[in-house]
């Protein structure tokens, strides 16, 4: 991220630039070439900041959430914001002990101190210079400490914030500016065969209110990981971006997520700067992270950047090598792939021809297994696939769409290619658990009480 933010800085201008022209009113989730728009955007108000948040400089944590930039078994990346944004006067610091190592004490947690249980990032301004927007010019300041050296498949207790108030005496964090403690989980060696599940959902396009109905609940479900494949937010400013966060904060605190861009994220240098992820060394410069692989077990996991034709296409080689890679390996069983706009969809915008002309015949070649899509609001499945055409289990590739994250809802279609669709006024989500050879499907209504499409995938 760090590399490269002077560029997306300097690149942000010039799409501030871009959004000036598009017309105001716009309501539409589309765009003439699908790629990101500021539809929604423009005429619409942003949201409030979240509750019980203080403008004023302070090193409070907030927007903590976690990403995965290498080894899913022995890292983790953890990011944060504060409102103080004096780089010189504060150094980032995340406390992780594995969960085995501490103790309860009343509602306390009592975690031991080594310093081989801190890890030490590093802090990055960066600003919001958005077309007459309020929170207009403001900086920013993201914190990040990669994790490294961690044990494999164990839960860690951690903390994350200043290290001034830390008094070695008594082994006592002072200050108040820590978060409060929290745990995640180190993913499977790669290779490794044990059942794990993870959540897959997207499109929220600011439907914070739903999600806090929802998001307790959401955070109790046993996912190793959450993926998600795009349009968090309506366009993209950090004031949405705060409300996302805030509203997934019982989800985020304790699981890592990793995110594709939707055409939704507009402003596209806020979400890369905030969101840390592997930096793939033989892809364009420019799209680093914006396309990125993740073993976890026995899955390969992609994600890509639908948005545009010419960002698409410069993918391809990168894809081909890293899926040819995974294929070879015998540590993976499964490829998921995840992008924000549909390959084959049936409602509101219908399937994307680029990724049809692009990535489909690499898919195939392959051999991937899923194919998760979000862009539109309703739920989707199609039968296996290959050329165009319906083929026998096992020898497809399965296509699902999963855009109802609390979105406005878009009504499903159905075309020749689907196997089940579900409206979007249900919300969706899905639940994916891998159990070596086989693959359990699950997605739900966004209330969790109804089952809208289930199917198990076999190797
Ligand atoms: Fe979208
Ligand atoms: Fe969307």
Redesign the pocket.
């Known amino acids: 991220m760090h590399s490269k933010l002077m560029a997306r800085l300097a690149a942000l201008s010039m799409v501030t630039a871009a959004v000036s022209t598009l017309a105001p009113g716009c309501s539409s ?2 765009n003439a070439d699908g790629g990101p728009d500021a539809s929604g955007l423009v005429g619409d108000a942003l949201p409030d900041a979240p509750p019980n948040w203080t403008t004023a400089p302070n090193r409070e944590v907030r927007n903590l959430h976690m990403t995965w930039q290498r080894d899913s078994a022995t890292t983790v990346t953890f990011q944060w914001a504060t409102t103080d944004t004096d780089l010189s006067a504060y150094v980032p610091k995340v406390w992780a002990v594995p969960t085995s190592l501490t103790e309860r004490s009343g509602d306390a947690v009592v975690m031991p101190f080594d310093e081989s249980y801190v890890h030490t990032g590093a802090g990055l301004i960066y600003r919001e210079a958005l077309l007459g927007i309020e929170t207009g010019t403001e900086d920013f300041v993201v914190w990040t400490v990669e994790a490294t050296g961690l044990q494999p498949d164990t839960e860690y207790t951690f903390r994350v914030g200043t290290w001034e108030g830390f008094d070695p005496q008594t082994g006592v964090f002072t200050s108040p500016d820590l978060s409060a403690p929290s745990t995640v989980r180190t993913g499977l060696p790669k290779g490794e065969r044990k059942p794990f599940s993870m959540v897959m959902a997207g ?1 929220s ?1 600011g439907g914070t209110d739903e999600i806090r109905a929802n998001v307790d609940r959401l955070a109790e479900i046993d996912a190793r990981l959450w993926f998600f494949n ?2 968090m937010t309506n366009g993209g400013a950090q004031v949405e971006w705060d409300d996302w966060q805030d509203a997934m904060a019982p989800v985020l605190r304790s699981r890592v997520l990793m995110p594709v861009q ?3 994220e507009i402003f596209a240098d806020i979400y890369y700067a905030q969101y840390a992820l592997p930096q793939e060394q033989t892809l364009p410069e420019d799209l680093l992270e914006h396309a990125w692989s993740l073993d976890f077990g026995n899955v390969h996991f992609v994600g890509l950047d639908s948005n545009t034709e010419e960002t698409v296409a410069a993918q391809v080689d990168w894809l081909d090598a890293d899926l040819a890679a995974a294929r070879q390996d015998p540590g993976i069983d499964w490829i998921f792939v995840m992008m ?2 549909g390959v084959y969809s049936a409602s509101n ?1 219908g399937s994307t021809p680029r990724l049809q002309e692009y990535w489909v015949p690499v898919f195939e070649k392959y051999d991937v297994d899923l194919v998760f899509c ?3 609001h309703d739920y989707e499945r199609t039968f296996p696939l290959r050329a165009d055409q319906v083929v026998e289990p096992d020898e497809g590739i399965v296509y699902v769409v999963a ?1 109802g994250f609390y979105s406005p809802a878009y009504s499903n279609g159905t075309a020749w290619w689907t196997a089940t669709s579900a409206h979007g006024d249900l919300r969706n989500y899905v639940e994916v658990g891998v159990d070596g050879g086989t693959v359990n499907v699950t997605a739900w209504s966004g209330d969790g009480t109804e089952v809208l499409d289930q199917f198990t995938l076999t190797r």
Do not use: A, P, Q
Request: net charge negative; no cysteine.
């Open positions: 989730d589309s499109d396009r795009g349009d939707g055409n939704h924000h706009h915008h979000g862009h539109d855009g």
